[in-house]
């Protein structure tokens, strides 16, 4: 039985409810089966010259997408770091596109700006970082960088006697970027974006787990005047390695830098006390980015960025103008955390997930993902053919077969071959490794013991 809905102009809605419930439910592929050249037969169409019934559109749209769908929501799927979507959140979210709020400021809809202001309290609550923090909700950890390292940029700059927002970036002294050498590549490209280039870089050399070794960014930060940032790592997108954080907001409170941590997920580690060895400190950085997407499951686009110094993230982001109508009794406006006026009210689908699992369903999800990866590292410590060429820090796994690239590439051939399990290699160290992330909201040990038993299957 469909959902309630009007017959005719509202079709469109009663379909795709029907068919969302029946997607859920269901097994599919779990990589696209369609090639690109298939998929543009069924998308690029002619330009249309008259409408279509929405039922039929919703329809044509399904039978052309599915074929090239990729099933992050299913427990299988270990390509990326990637959420899978909570269902509580998925149906917040079309609530969202019904109710058709522009989140731009409080007045344009202060149900959405106040639903902010909660899921910000409880964000900074659940992660233990400083209550005084201002969070912006953006698309993800990219642009929570963004939004980070551009209030890093503005506070560094006017502790030198520069003010960016009256002069711009011409002309300012040269602010160093101190980055890991095996950073993500998102912050790279927030740096990009504002401005930064080559010769305000300094690549620190990692570990042998990608962390940032403190040892180095000590001596080049010594080596090096004037305005300072350094960006550190919770959670290495292969490893899960964290950074030294006692050590490097230590050198960051001596030199007067600003220190930025990407957490995309590993910042959710704060939630397990059993991994408090791993955050220590990190709670004296001056700001974080962090995924809703991930570990919190809630529907694709979702990011936080928080900061701990509220002046710098709101002359960095605010968005002000005559007509953006504002009074003493407002709420929080959103515009003065984020980079866009018209925007998503991401709010509704984080508060619905936030309800829905609670602090102990956060903590439950996080350490059953952690589990899951030891257990698996655990049964191929014996096997002299299995690699696995991580600690165990969280969730992440990267692995060898027979510490040969080829063979690596076949296994994950062997395992994407049945559309049963999707996984994806990855280049570290100069070599080719399967990386396997546990993040998909309903993976288990049973999941993971069928993974082994495919793996087993391929060494023969």
Known sequence: ?????????????????????????????????????????????????????????????IAAAE??????????????????????????????????????????????????????????????????????????????????????????LNRAGFDIEKTGLQGAPLIHIFVCDDAHVSNYAALRYLGFGENNLVRVLSDEQGAMDATALRHAMDARQGPKIVVATAGHINSGAFDDFSELSRLCQHHDAWLHVDGAFGLWARVLPEKDDLTKAIDLADSWSVDGHKWLQIPYDSGFAIVKDQQAHRKAMDISADYLNHSLADGRNPSEFNPELSRRARGFAAWAVMQAKGRQG????????????????????????????????LNQLVLRVDDCDQKTAELADHLNASFATFVRTTVWKGKTMLRLSVIEKSTNKETMVDLKQRVLSFLG
């Open 1 to 61: 039985m469909g959902a309630p809905g009007q017959a005719g102009k509202d079709s469109g809605l009663v379909t795709a409810y029907d068919y969302a419930v029946a997607y859920r439910q269901r097994k599919h592929a779990l990589d696209a089966i369609e090639t690109a050249e298939e998929l543009r037969k069924r998308f690029c169409l002619r330009t249309p010259e008259t409408g279509r019934d929405g039922a039929e559109v919703i329809q044509d749209l």
């Open 67 to 156: 074929p090239g769908l990729v099933a992050n929501t299913d427990p299988n799927f270990f390509a990326w770091v990637m959420g899978g979507s909570d269902t509580t959140g998925v149906a917040a979210d079309w609530l969202t596109s019904i109710w058709g709020q522009n989140s731009a400021i409080f007045q344009t809809s202060p149900a959405a700006a106040i639903a902010e202001e909660a899921v910000a309290a409880w964000l900074l609550d659940m992660l233990g970082l400083p209550s005084e923090s201002s969070v912006g909700l953006v698309t993800g950890a990219t642009m929570a960088g963004f939004v980070c390292l551009a209030a890093a940029r503005g506070a560094v």
């Open 362 to 393: 956060i903590i439950e999800t996080v350490r059953r993902h952690c589990e899951c990866a030891a257990e698996f590292e655990r049964s191929f410590r014996l096997n002299n053919r299995i690699q696995i060429r991580n600690r165990v820090y």
